[in-house]
């Protein structure tokens, strides 16, 4: 009780200052104004405060099996002061300044973050030539710099607002990709025959050789496991290169572009770590110089990159050439080439006469590397991706229409990492307690919900021991395999560049729900189809919009010795201002959308629809009132599931498939709203997950095991991503299927404010 009185009077308090803020908004205006013109200084930023309130429940674990926490509270704020100093003309300097706190333990020193994510220096000679040291965010064209995100039709209003404060969290800037380095910039205006002449350049470091959490979350897409491109560490420091030249003739009516890339591991910069010699220690080794084995840092993604792209492209507005500013008419059409260096690896490692590990002559522990021969031009993978755009449309002062179709055609081993890394992975978010030690596979987990991953975030979480009792087993029992017990970031958003074997082991672990057709973007690799986009709205602001879609894509190579997949994509959407309509300047919208998904491999298929429909009302000057509603459903066929248990064997977990899953979600809730990107929201919602496994992939009785009521202790014969409970009440089963239902429930207070 007192918890909701003190949180009530901070959100009457921040509504009340929000409230003097707009009325004194002239006079803070014309200070600051003084301070920039006497100083040089520009200072603004961004408030966030984020309250979630998560609870979790299922009716099946009706004996209390799970004994970990049902609750998870998140509570943080963070101020992102976005300071600009130029104290000359022609030379300034830019730094984001990051203050948070938890709220959770407000009174640990400790848990106050302090820290500079962004910063940079910035210049120009003359008015031609820009130059950025530090960090910098590029984008030259889907196939070459772009960063892939996810894009929801007509996404209520009350989940989108979620979703922005998380991809904001991440420095995230639209399709820009965040770099660190050089970056250099040239324009040259020529008159209006030859246009505009753009140049530019940069050099960035991608990843550093480092060893990060080995069996942690923090830097692992797989914590713990021994797999390719479970770990992000990096055995080199990795580099990026680039060169984009662009010709606008013709009053920028025609575009002329070419882009060269080129990728690379610095060899010199190899790094080595110590490891534990598992095999020597199971084979009963006593001697303590064997216990560890010098590996590099990354030994299973050991072996250095090289690629190398060039891509041509070439863009016309037919419309302006034509001078008629009604019509929408524009084609651009672009080529690229990627050379990849693929590496043999051999002989790992040395072996002594008497077959036990060689020592390095220098003591510098055991012998253990990777020989890498490049012997033939075969051995440099080459790919062509092709990608044509073409919009159609007329618009007036009242009404618009316009047709967007692009053409794809991407080789098999099409490759760069600086297109197809994508903005969003998949990751289990609020209550990730619960469900610990299977936390780290994603939409594999028990607990996950494609929802939970999309709009929530914790930028310092927490986790409990899953030994919760209090004595000296506590750290040692009370470790996952998913995460260490120590303070981690839990979201889906990042700004990183993958390597080959990453992306692999991502697009194993994507949501199909949400990234299915084109999972990297229009960069995704071993795709040809068409994709089609209708709009058409009504109003001078769009009072009245809606919108189609239609996709149709193929692999060009099927994978693994399988047929090449087929992949649909189709459904619409609407929003519609009522208010607006009728002339008044308070808005009342109304947006829904539908979208059908599907994928087929021979036999095996998997379809997906989703489902939104939202309300945003605004009535009275500033104070509004959100609701949302999404749902998805899923469901995999006998061979599809047969397929994925395959495609998923090498984890450490038997993945039992979802045969059909049901998802919705709604939330409601009042906002004071100030600007688009500043408001306080109180909502609460409701998120309720369905799943139905297939478990006729494990052996004997649905999961064996021992189970001892004393202490509710339960060991699997087979570790699954079931539920412990359920896997508890179904050990003795011999059913080829179990279903699983959860409840999610969410109070939630947010401020987000943009100055």
Do not use: C
């Not at 799970?66 to 998870?72: G, I, V």
């Not at 055995?235 to 662009?246: G, I, Q, V």
């Not at 316009?402 to 053409?407: N, Q």
């Not at 992306?503 to 990297?520: G, T």
Request: glycine content about 8%; charged content about 20%; overall charge negative.
């Amino acid at each position: 009780m007192l918890q909701r009185l003190i949180f009530g009077l901070l959100s009457v308090s921040a509504i009340a200052s929000a409230t003097a803020i707009a009325d004194n908004q002239a006079k803070i205006d014309s200070t600051v104004e003084a301070i920039e013109s006497r100083k040089g200084v520009d200072i603004g930023g961004t408030v966030r405060a984020v309250y979630n309130k998560s609870n979790v429940e299922s009716d099946q674990d009706v004996n209390g099996f799970n004994t970990l926490p049902d609750r998870e509270i998140a509570e943080f704020v963070q101020l992102d002061l976005d300071m600009h100093f130029r104290p000359w003309d022609f030379v300034g300097a830019n730094i984001v300044l990051r203050l948070g706190a938890g709220m959770q333990d407000y009174f640990a020193n400790s848990a106050t973050m302090v820290n500079a994510p962004w910063i940079n220096l910035e210049g120009n000679i003359g008015k031609n030539f820009h130059w950025t040291a530090g960090d910098f965010r590029q984008q030259y064209s889907p196939l070459t710099v772009y960063m892939p995100g996810v894009d929801i039709m007509y996404e209520p209003t009350i989940f989108a607002r979620n979703r922005e404060m998380a991809q904001k969290e991440a420095f995230i800037e639209g399709n820009q990709r965040n770099l660190q380095g050089l970056n250099l910039q040239f324009r040259a205006d020529m008159g209006p025959t030859l246009g505009e002449l753009r140049a530019e350049g940069f050099f960035a470091r991608l990843r550093r050789a480092e060893r990060l959490d080995t069996t942690g979350a923090e830097g692992n897409l797989l914590p713990g496991e021994d797999i390719w491109g479970a770990s992000q560490a990096g055995t080199f420091d990795k580099y990026a290169l680039a060169a984009n030249l662009e010709l606008y003739p013709l009053n920028k009516n025609l575009m002329l572009g070419v882009t060269f890339l080129d990728v690379w591991d610095d060899e010199d910069s190899k790094s080595y770590s110590y490891y534990q010699n598992d095999s020597y220690i199971e084979n009963g080794g006593t001697d303590p110089q064997y216990n560890y084995i010098r590996k590099p840092v990354n030994f299973n993604d050991s072996l250095p990159q090289s690629t190398q792209v060039i891509a041509g492209r070439i863009g016309a507005d037919i419309a302006g050439l034509m001078g008629n500013k009604s019509l929408i008419a524009d084609l651009t059409g672009e080529v690229a080439y990627s050379m990849d260096k693929i590496y043999a690896e051999a002989a790992v490692p040395v072996l002594a006469e008497d077959g036990s590990i060689a020592v390095l002559a220098d003591g510098d522990g055991i012998a253990y590397d990777t020989l890498r021969t490049i012997t033939s031009e075969d051995e440099i993978e080459k790919g062509l991706a092709i990608n044509a755009n073409l919009n159609v449309g007329y618009k007036t002062d009242s009404w618009m229409a316009k047709v967007s179709v692009d053409y794809i055609r991407n080789d098999s081993s099409w490759y760069n990492s600086l297109a197809q890394s994508p903005s969003f992975i998949a990751s289990r978010v609020m209550n990730s307690d619960k469900d610990g030690n299977l936390t780290k596979y994603g939409p594999y987990a028990p607990l996950y919900s494609t929802f939970d991953a999309l709009y929530f975030f914790t930028p310092k979480h927490a986790p409990v021991s899953q030994y919760l009792t209090n004595d000296d087993k506590g750290m040692q029992e009370g470790q996952t395999k998913s995460y260490n017990i120590a303070p981690y970031s839990k979201t889906s958003y990042t700004t990183a560049t993958y390597t080959r074997k990453e992306l692999a082991l991502i697009d194993e672990l994507s949501d199909a729900n949400i990234q299915m057709v084109l999972p990297n973007g229009l960069a995704t690799t071993n795709r040809t189809g068409v994709r089609a986009n209708l709009v058409a709205g009504y109003g001078k602001d769009n009072l009245v919009e809606v919108q189609g879609l239609f996709t149709k894509m193929d692999q060009v190579a099927g994978m693994g010795g399988l047929d090449a997949a087929s992949y649909t994509e189709f459904g619409g959407g609407a929003k519609i201002d009522v208010l607006g309509l009728l002339g008044f300047s308070l808005p009342l919208e109304l947006s829904g959308s539908y979208k059908h998904a599907e994928r087929s491999i021979s036999s095996a298929e998997f379809k997906t629809d989703f489902i939104n429909a939202g309300l945003y009302a605004r009535y009275w000057k500033r104070l509004g009132i959100s609701a949302g509603f999404q749902m998805i459903n899923a469901e995999l066929n006998a061979a599809g599931a047969l397929m994925q248990e395959l495609a998923m064997s090498n984890l450490k977990v038997s993945v039992a498939p979802v045969m059909t899953g049901k998802q919705m979600q709604w939330m409601v809730g009042l906002d004071y709203t100030l600007a688009p990107h500043a408001w306080l929201a109180i909502n609460y919602g409701q998120a309720t997950v369905k799943n139905t496994y297939s478990v006729v992939g494990l052996t004997g009785t649905l999961l064996g095991g021992e189970y001892s009521a004393g202490d509710n202790s339960f060991v699997p014969a087979t570790e699954t991503n079931l539920p412990d409970y359920v896997a508890i009440e179904n050990r003795e089963s011999t059913a080829s299927q179990v279903e699983h239902e959860f409840t999610r429930s969410i109070l939630q207070a947010t401020i987000n404010v943009e100055f």
